[in-house]
């Protein structure tokens, strides 16, 4: 009769192997020591600059004469916010695709008055009485009224080469006082946060703000400076041309070559085109002639070349 063994398997003694001390808290901190070197030593060589805001104020320190030009522009309602169309007003259909009027059909969900922009932050500044008698005859005046007293004082402006000081004795109405108090707001910094609270209780809307700041040629100079224009390849750029988004090459490239880039609705001629080749990357395993790009042009066999050499074709 044949016997069975069973064969006991003793468990190792973990005292027989040998032993070292570990200091796990002295690595721990040696390891975050070096890696909060190496990010500040990092960060400090290949960190984006860190540019100050453009405020009001920092805009009538360096251009004055631009802030009474925009002032008088929003006044006359010839600015860019002014005549932009939705989402801020009806002054014009914007951006159409293949005769599509798309802007417009957004409809004008953010209401922005130009005149507004002056008007309310002058309506704040109190202790002025000869700004309180304009305002109050402006606010009194019918529109072509007012259109016609402020865009003379814009032509007159233009002719003087947009000094104020040089602009003669004209029949402009109380749209010099308002554009020069407008300016002295911004100097002393009362312009800051006062177009912000749009019925926000935080203040935190810049929506007006910045459709101001861009109505002048003060913003729009400075970021061509910076390389952020728009035939800059600005839309990929972070400031001083240091690289930003690079995944945005595809967006921008269309803006620097024609028809996009002469053609007033580039904004919605390079979206729809976007969004056509989204479209065929999704259904690219679908097109026929397409989806057979890769037996035709084998890249791929390059990037696997160890694995077709193991595994030839039968």
Not at 45 to 63: E, G, H, L, N, Y
Not at 90 to 95: K, L, T
């Amino acid at each position: 009769m044949a016997t069975l063994t069973r064969t006991r398997t003793t468990t190792p003694d973990s005292h027989a192997f040998e032993t070292r001390p570990y200091d796990l808290v002295k690595e721990f901190v040696i390891a975050l020591a070096v890696v909060a070197v190496l990010t500040t030593v990092l960060a400090a060589v290949f960190s984006s600059p860190d540019d100050k805001a453009i405020t009001m104020q920092r805009w009538a320190a360096a251009a004055p004469d631009d802030v009474v030009a925009t002032a008088v522009g929003e006044l006359a309602g010839t600015t860019t916010s002014a005549t932009y169309g939705a989402p801020y007003n009806h002054a014009s259909e914007g951006q159409k695709l293949l005769g599509l009027p798309l802007q417009k059909w957004g409809g004008v969900r953010i209401p922005v008055d130009s005149q507004e922009l002056v008007l309310q932050p002058l309506s704040g500044f109190a202790g002025d009485p000869r700004l309180a008698a304009s305002l109050q005859l402006w606010r009194s005046a019918s529109p072509q009224q007012q259109q016609t007293w402020a865009t003379s004082y814009a032509d007159a402006l233009a002719k003087a080469g947009g000094n104020p000081a040089a602009v003669p004795v004209g029949g402009y109405g109380p749209v010099p006082l308002l554009a020069s108090s407008f300016l002295q707001l911004a100097r002393t910094g009362g312009l800051e946060g006062s177009l912000t609270s749009s019925g926000n209780f935080y203040g935190g809307d810049q929506t007006r703000t910045m459709l101001l700041l861009a109505d002048g040629a003060y913003l729009e100079d400075q970021a061509v400076a910076q390389h952020l224009g728009g035939d800059q390849w600005g839309m990929m750029n972070e400031t001083g041309n240091y690289p930003g988004q690079p995944w945005m090459w595809l967006y921008t490239f269309w803006y620097q070559v024609k028809p996009f880039s002469t053609s007033p609705n580039a904004d919605a001629q390079v979206w729809a085109l976007m969004m056509a080749l989204t479209l065929v990357l999704a259904l690219l395993p679908w097109i026929p002639g397409l989806r057979s790009i890769p037996r035709w042009i084998p890249v791929h066999r390059l990037v696997w070349r160890q694995w077709y050499r193991a595994h030839p074709r039968a």
